[in-house]
């Protein structure tokens, strides 16, 4: 075996390696908003179905405050002490808040305490989730080839996806052939955090086995006070800025059109939670596959004009694709109408992990993808199925959408002002 070919599969296993754990951990996290559905009622007084789904989004909003907070602390840890012993201590704590949920007894038996601990452990999943993006993006990115780097990339997404599809795939087996409704609500719900609980453990003798990235390893000799730490990473003032502009408008429609999607097509357009769930499952394996495609598109053509043409097609055309699917009664025209926007929307989601480690060096790499990113996600990811769920209770659906499209108007102007990175990529001088 030749040195080129040697180089070609320890590369092609660390990517194996640090998909798979992101995989497991975005399981994790979605298997939350994937059976809300059915445990909203175990954990929040009975009455009004969209209050209680209210409550259970508030829960998930507050999860997402958590990401922030893990995109500094682990991004931080990955910066000084390297990609790999990041990635293992998020996928253990995220297995340990699946573990929380699995066994939370329901308010009917112990009352207030019962929302409290899905909270905790709500928080814990978000701080691992929120440390999982910036790194996994990091070791994807220093791991790929010059030349692959926007492929390889986009396979954070299509694990990130993955891991909504497996939650999806548990949630219809479990509706079609194992439980009946009433037993998904009464106990059924806690299955799939069992077994995300299981496959966690799997992750981590994965990543315990990976090896570092060439790009930590080069600057070892930097100081150990300058790596990962917020003064360093307030020198890249553009760059912060950078990420936070051109994850808002991204985000809020990724959210929109994937996790807030299912419970979308049963408040709104009336349909049933299985129809839901099979159309969920439909569009986001095509949204998976879709990212491979445009990433390596963008390794020819450059990033910029794929996030162009994401901001372009969503400013013109969030609103008509909302309005057409809250009239529709059919679940064909809901998933053409749904496909379409995720068309759109895969412009941003299949290289923005690549975009932005690409804009910092590798001693603050880690942290300066995770903490600007894990802000944004915060405060419009997180709060996507809270602030339409309040609106579609004030009475006001609509200005949901147009929420919707302001924010990728102002993304837009970002991806129209800055530098294509594939042409200004820190990792090249590295």
């Not at 919707?404 to 990175?421: H, Q």
Request: with cysteine; hydrophobic share 45%; charged share 15%.
């Amino acid at each position: 075996m030749s040195h080129q070919e040697k180089i070609s599969g320890s590369r092609l296993k660390a990517i194996i390696g640090g998909t798979i754990g992101n995989l497991v951990e975005w399981y994790d996290w979605y298997a939350y908003s994937a059976f809300a559905l059915y445990f909203s009622s175990s954990f929040f007084p009975t009455g009004n179905a969209t209050a209680q789904l209210l409550n259970t989004a508030g829960v998930f909003a507050l999860g997402f405050l958590m990401r922030p907070i893990g995109g500094w602390l682990f991004g931080m840890l990955a910066d000084k002490k390297g990609r790999k012993v990041s990635m293992t201590w998020s996928v253990l704590l995220m297995s340990f808040g699946s573990l929380l949920i699995t066994f939370t007894p329901t308010y009917a038996q112990i009352g207030i305490m019962a929302p409290v601990i899905l909270l905790l452990a709500r928080l814990l999943q978000g701080l691992s989730v929120g440390g999982e993006y910036g790194v996994s993006a990091t070791y994807l990115s220093e791991m790929a080839s010059r030349n692959r780097r926007g492929f390889y990339s986009s396979f954070q997404y299509v694990t990130l996806i993955g891991g909504q599809l497996i939650a999806l795939g548990i949630q219809i087996i479990l509706q079609k052939f194992l439980l009946t409704d009433k037993q998904l609500h009464e106990w059924g719900w806690r299955i799939p955090f069992a077994i995300g609980a299981v496959l966690s453990v799997v992750a981590l003798y994965l990543r315990s086995n990976l090896h570092e990235t060439p790009s930590f390893e080069s600057q070892k000799q930097t100081s150990t006070a300058k790596k990962g730490s917020i003064r360093e990473l307030l020198r890249h003032p553009r760059a912060v800025l950078t990420v936070v502009g051109l994850t808002l408008g991204g985000t809020l429609a990724f959210y929109t059109y994937t996790t807030y999607m299912q419970k979308f097509l049963v408040n709104t357009v009336q349909l049933s939670k299985e129809q839901s769930t099979n159309i969920s499952f439909i569009t986001l394996l095509l949204f998976a596959l879709l990212q491979p495609v445009l990433g390596g598109l963008s390794d020819r053509i450059g990033r910029k004009p794929l996030l162009i043409g994401f901001g372009v097609l969503g400013v013109l055309f969030t609103v008509p694709l909302l309005e057409a699917l809250s009239r529709t009664d059919s679940s064909v025209v809901a998933f053409l109408l749904i496909m379409v926007a995720l068309v759109i929307v895969s412009g941003y989601t299949s290289i923005n992990a690549i975009v932005k480690a690409e804009l910092f060096p590798a001693e603050v790499r880690a942290l300066g993808v995770g903490l600007p990113y894990g802000l944004t996600v915060a405060i419009f990811g997180g709060s996507a199925e809270y602030i339409a769920l309040w609106l579609k209770k004030a009475g006001h659906e609509n200005y949901f959408y147009w929420y919707i499209t302001g924010c990728i108007a102002i993304s837009l102007t970002v991806y129209l002002w800055m530098k294509d990175t594939k042409k200004t990529s820190r990792i090249n001088e590295e």
